[in-house]
């Protein structure tokens, strides 16, 4: 997760952006969005299909090694290499994510990121404009969800282009460099659009220090 130097980084970078453009925004880094208990299912059912196939294709080009204990020797290693996949799957992340579809990690990191802002309040700014940016680990995306304040004025593709500046820090594993080139982009794309803080936008209604969540 973060460190405490990281933490203060984007408090610090926050805090400036704030100031600027007078947009709330919050940030967080959660392992992953969603538990995924069928990968485990999935790499089981895949190594075991795999064993199968390496048995039966045994039992066809040597025949004579078949022996009176043929239902053990068709059935242990199936099952072993089943459970050898799924106890790999569900301690080695990286293999894990190899069987998630990018599809099924980008809707559930935005699933997980449009709860977050209700479940935290995030809507209650007075101009409705704050801005959550979220790094799921495990999913290795980052999400972006701006409140209603800003329909018909920031496009999809703009607010993508906040994500997109996050890739090479994610890529590395790096989730506060991640978030931190988002902020810049960030900055420099409500800045295009005419926000500057005011009077009136003064209020620090949301935190600046990163949310550590647990994730699902």
């Not at 392992?31 to 208990?37: H, K, L, S, T, V």
């Not at 069987?99 to 990191?109: D, K, V």
């Not at 989730?175 to 988002?182: D, H, K, Q, V």
Request: hydrophobic share 55%.
């Amino acid at each position: 997760m973060l460190t405490e130097a990281d933490k203060r980084a984007l408090d610090a970078r926050i805090g400036t952006l704030e100031a600027r453009t007078g947009v709330q925004v919050v940030t967080a880094v959660v392992p992953r969005a969603d538990a995924y208990p069928e990968l485990a299912w999935t790499a089981f059912a895949l190594a075991a299909s795999l064993a199968g196939l390496v048995v039966v294709a045994l039992d066809v080009l040597r025949p004579a090694w078949m022996t009176g204990y043929v239902a053990l020797s068709h059935v242990l290693p199936v099952l072993a290499a089943g459970l050898l996949a799924a106890v790999l799957v569900a301690w080695v992340p990286p293999l894990a994510h190899l069987l998630l579809g990018r599809a099924r990690a980008a809707r559930e990191t935005r699933r997980f990121a449009q709860s977050l802002f209700v479940e935290r309040d995030l809507g209650r700014t007075k101009a409705r404009t704050a801005v959550l940016l979220l790094v799921a680990r495990f999913e290795r995306r980052v999400e972006l969800i701006a409140d209603h304040g800003h329909d018909g004025g920031i496009g999809a593709g703009e607010w993508r282009s906040v994500v997109e500046a996050a890739t090479a820090g994610l890529a590395r594993g790096d989730g506060c460099a991640a978030l931190l080139a988002a902020l810049d982009r960030l900055e420099a794309l409500l800045a295009s659009h005419g926000f500057v803080a005011s009077a009136a936008a003064a209020a620090d209604d949301l935190p600046n220090a990163p949310l550590e969540v647990s994730g699902s």
